[in-house]
């Protein structure tokens, strides 16, 4: 029990006596200190208290009785075993030792075997209170540090977000909890401890026998999992659980670690809605619609089934939001999608691609019959205006359709397909619907190498300018030339304006173009006027986008006075169609030209549907009868008289006029009787490249002359 040697102080008067017992107590092994007297022996164990006492009962200063006394009265020496030596054998002094306090008493002659046993005795019954009063203070503060522990470690599982609930394994019942577990689940601890997690989820009991076995076996463990868990209101949360086993002894705790996800599953169904969902019309995206279209084509391809595909897009969607502005285009669009619901059956799908883009998925016994429904229903409803800020707007759709598997075997394809045959709708004149055909195809892909070509054409300078001259009636002379443009695509030689210019308009570059016809005309303007031509007007044809899309008049002006050109050497040709697309705009823009001094004529007049009188309005000098009019008005009594008109009523608005196509002296001599004052056409010449125009313009006059005779 003690692993020491055991410490003995021996008290006593006469060294005989002290002698005798250390010699008698070395043997065993005990460490002794002897003093004379009890005050040297009070000292001695203030000092150093020793495991027993032996003490002499009659000394001269202290006797025994009185250090025994001494001793036992004070709580640190009161432990230390005390045995009284004395030589009084007689009842009465043993028990005066022992009421002094002393543990037992020894008569002299002290025997050496019974010495032995008394100190072994004592020894042993001192180590083992020693050791049960340590040991106390022991447990007492083990107690007192594990209490403290134990209140950290609960403030701290209440501190927490996550709910944690301890199971016992065989009752499956909770044992232990925080206080997120009782305000996540609505029900107070003591409640709590009377249910277990079958009261919580929505799982049946066998199914969490299932899940803690599963745990306690090693398989369950750490693993996440969401659930729904029911609060005490019958609110279903969703959390998500850790769930891990602990052994406890020979009992087996499950802890579930759970945390409300609430807010993470709102923010997950947010930004699923902002992934998929177009804010404005609340319509699936293009991500979504792809993905639905996807999965829908799988589907038709088990079954065998068929799904058509429509491509739609607003016509001139543009228009509206550049001059209604975009909030009205915003609501233009909501509105739509309503009534493109309108137009659709439960199991159809729609989505907004973006812009003014939308797009169908129909899955019906005869998609192309319904494709066909669909697109009628919708083109009718958007008959009726649209009420939009107090204002009705009316607004058609250009409809594409493509069907699976006819046309195309991916979503990517159909809807590129649907979109190729909107676009053939819109190119037949919008508010229309058109069904894919391969031929489309064709026509799509031949059209997108003519837009690269004609970028290409625009780097490499591919394009050139003829000039095809007019002539003044009354005088037979050359008094100005049209610019025209012609390309010279590689590998196919000089191409028609009538195939070209279309497509630069639609692709935007025909900005670009013109800038560069009206460019090249002053530069040629400004070598005549140093060369035998001289002063040469010169007229381009300008397209309705450079009105819109670009700055004509800053580029204008720019040219003219780069080149020294005076204003009056150019002269723009605008179609009577661009000339009343965009009024306000164009007006002002005109205006400006003509104060510079340039010359306005209307191109091609009389295909437009603008009435004379309205012409009042533009600011033009001159009016070109169009060559459809010119063609057969010697055989053709209609043409003549709407030639004529335009002749009379061009001069009572003091505007000059001029036919085009003119390619026969019979022609000729008509518009000269009715007083037309210009004519350009085959018959003087056609466009010509610049030497060959320079070479007539030589000896012009007399051509002139010659053809006038
Ligand atoms: P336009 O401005 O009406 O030009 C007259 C067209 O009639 C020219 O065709 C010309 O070659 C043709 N023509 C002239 N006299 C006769 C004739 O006696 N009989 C017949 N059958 N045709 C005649 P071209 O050069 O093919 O140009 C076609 C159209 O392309 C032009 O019509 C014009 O609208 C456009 N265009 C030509 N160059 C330009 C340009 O630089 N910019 C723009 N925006 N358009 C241009
Ligand atoms: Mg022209
Ligand atoms: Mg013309």
Redesign the pocket.
């Known amino acids: 029990m003690r692993h020491r040697a055991a410490t003995i102080l021996i008290v006593d008067d006469q060294p005989v006596n002290r002698r005798l017992l250390e010699a008698l107590l070395a043997p065993e092994g005990y460490i002794t200190w002897s003093v004379a007297s009890g005050r040297e022996g009070l000292a001695r164990i203030a000092l150093e208290p020793p495991d027993l006492v032996l003490l002499d009962v009659m000394m001269p200063d202290m006797d025994g009785h009185t250090v025994a006394r001494l001793l036992k009265s004070n709580p640190v020496t009161s432990s230390i075993p005390i045995i009284m030596v004395t030589a009084m054998v007689d009842r009465q002094a043993r028990l005066a030792s022992l009421e002094a306090g002393a543990e037992d008493v020894l008569t002299l002659p002290v025997d050496r075997t019974e010495l032995w046993l008394r100190v072994r005795n004592l020894l042993r019954l001192k180590a083992l209170s020693d050791f049960q009063r340590n040991h106390g203070a022991i447990l007492e503060k083990e107690v007192r540090t594990r209490t403290a522990d134990l209140q950290r470690f609960r403030t701290a599982m209440d501190a927490t977000a996550d709910g944690i609930f301890l199971i016992d394994r065989a009752t499956l019942r909770f044992v232990e909890l925080n206080a997120t577990a009782c305000s996540l689940s609505g029900y107070t601890r003591e409640e709590l401890l009377r249910l277990g997690p079958g009261d919580l989820g929505s799982g049946e009991p066998d199914a969490v026998r299932v899940i803690v076995e599963d745990i306690v076996g090693g398989h369950g463990a750490h693993r996440l999992a969401d659930i729904l868990l029911r609060r005490k209101d019958g609110v279903m949360v969703p959390v998500e659980v850790t769930r891990s086993a602990h052994r406890f002894g020979d009992t087996w705790v499950v802890v579930a670690v759970v945390r409300d996800i609430t807010e993470r599953k709102k923010a997950e169904r947010r930004l699923h809605q902002m992934a998929h969902y177009d804010a404005l019309t609340g319509l699936p995206n293009r991500a979504l619609f792809y993905e639905v279209l996807r999965k829908t084509i799988v589907q038709a391809s088990d079954g065998r089934g068929q799904v058509a595909v429509l491509f739609i897009d607003l016509d001139h969607f543009k228009k509206v939001n550049d001059t209604l502005g975009h909030a009205v285009g915003d609501q233009l669009l909501v509105q739509f999608s309503d009534r493109l619901w309108g137009c659709l059956q439960l199991r159809d799908a729609v989505g907004r691609l973006g812009g003014d883009e939308f797009a169908v998925i129909l899955v019906r016994d005869d998609p192309q019959a319904g494709a066909v429904a669909v697109a009628h229903a919708l083109l009718e409803a958007l008959r009726q205006p649209f009420v939009l800020g107090g204002r009705s707007v009316v607004s058609t759709a250009s409809i594409g359709i493509s069907v699976y598997p006819n046309d195309a075997a991916t979503a990517e394809q159909l809807m590129q397909y649907a979109d190729t045959a909107m676009y053939q709708a819109k190119q037949g004149g919008r508010n229309a619907s058109r069904f894919f055909t391969p031929q489309m195809n064709a026509d799509a892909l031949t059209r997108l190498e003519l837009e690269m070509a004609l970028r290409q054409a625009l780097e490499h300078e591919e394009f050139e ?2 000039y ?1 001259p007019k002539v003044e009636i009354a005088s037979g002379r050359v008094v100005g030339v ?5 390309w010279n695509r590689p590998g196919h030689g000089v191409v ?3 195939e070209f ?1 279309p497509v ?2 639609d692709c935007g570059l ?1 900005v670009r ?2 800038d560069w ?1 009206i460019a090249a005309v002053c530069r040629q303007i400004r070598l005549w006027r140093t060369s035998p031509v001289g002063d040469l007007p010169v007229a ?4 309705q986008r ?1 009105f819109v899309d670009g700055d004509l008049e800053a580029t204008i002006a720019g040219l003219l006075d780069h080149n020294g050109v005076p204003a009056h050497l150019l002269e723009l ?1 605008l ?1 009577e169609s661009s000339l009343m697309a965009n009024t306000a705009h164009t007006v002002s823009v005109l205006q400006g030209l003509r104060r510079r001094g340039l010359q306005i004529s209307v ?2 007049f009389g295909t437009g549907y603008s009435s004379l009188a309205y012409l009042r309005r533009f600011p033009v000098d001159k009016l ?1 009868i ?2 459809d009019f010119i ?1 057969d008005i010697t055989t053709r009594p209609d043409d003549a008289a709407i030639t004529l008109a335009i002749i009379g009523l061009a001069h009572s608005l003091k505007l000059e006029v001029i036919a ?4 026969t002296a019979a022609q000729l001599a008509f518009l000269r009787q009715q007083g037309c004052d210009q004519v ?4 003087f010449s ?2 010509l490249p610049l030497a060959a125009l320079e070479a007539l313009l030589h000896d012009g006059r007399g051509i002139a002359r010659l053809a006038l005779a």
Do not use: F, W
Not at 540 to 543: L, R, S
Not at 680 to 683: E, P, V
């Open positions: 300018l003829h095809q049209e610019a025209l443009l012609r028609s304006p009538a210019i630069l308009e025909i173009a013109g016809v381009v044809n300008i397209a450079q040709e179609t191109d091609d070109k169009d060559i063609r085009e196509g003119v390619e350009q056409g085959y018959y056609r466009p």
